[in-house]
């Protein structure tokens, strides 16, 4: 049976890193978590990062690429096809460097995301789960198969997260008293 990555044992940190996979759209789903809309300076800079209240967020960001402009079928936001291997590689990298993933999956369509849960789990980052509500049961149930690689957290947004880092707080504070097996 496949196993999610484990929380792993970190350097001491008080908030942590988290990629947010999922949908990007300009004033999605990711506001609800960082409490704003992050622009930042250079969206393709895999070492930017943006501090919100209870983590570091390490990317995705919103950028001016298409979404909520100009959007083309087929372009995922990239109306410039030499940044996609860009935004691809950055994204990668960004993952690697967060403590977790955090993916939210409330469309069917969400390829992208797919790739960023396989990633994540590949090079062990774990990844949080929350199938939201507006799929129906049996698309849960289609999503079988990434589930195996992820640790599921259910309830709305929020609580979702909120569960996300409290897990990421006990198997911290595990590592710090010396205790769990990462």
């Known amino acids: 049976m496949a196993t999610p990555a484990p929380l ?6 008080e908030k942590p890193h988290v990629y947010l996979a999922g949908k990007i759209a300009q004033h999605g789903w990711r506001e609800r978590l960082t409490y704003r809309t992050i622009y930042p300076r250079n969206p393709l800079d895999p070492n930017e990062f943006e ?3 209870n983590f570091v967020c390490t990317g995705p960001f919103f950028a001016c690429f298409g979404h909520g402009l100009s959007h083309v079928p087929g372009t995922h936001g990239q109306g410039e096809k030499n940044k996609r291997a860009r935004v691809f590689d950055v994204s990668l990298a960004r993952i690697a ?3 977790f993933v955090f993916a939210s999956i409330n469309e069917t369509d969400c390829f992208g995301t797919l790739v960023e ?4 789990h590949a090079i062990g980052v774990p990844v949080f789960l929350n199938l939201g509500p507006d799929l129906t049961r049996r698309q849960v149930n289609d999503f ?3 589930a195996q690689a992820c640790h599921l957290v259910n309830g709305n947004l929020e609580e979702a997260f909120w569960n996300a880092i409290q897990a990421w707080r006990s198997a911290r504070a595990l590592s710090v008293m010396g205790g769990g097996n990462g």
């Open 97 to 99: 460097k967060s403590d």
């Open 144 to 146: 079988w198969f990434v």
């Open 8 to 13: 792993k044992n970190q350097p001491p940190r």
């Open 51 to 53: 501090d919100t209240p």
């Open 117 to 120: 849960i396989g990633h994540a």
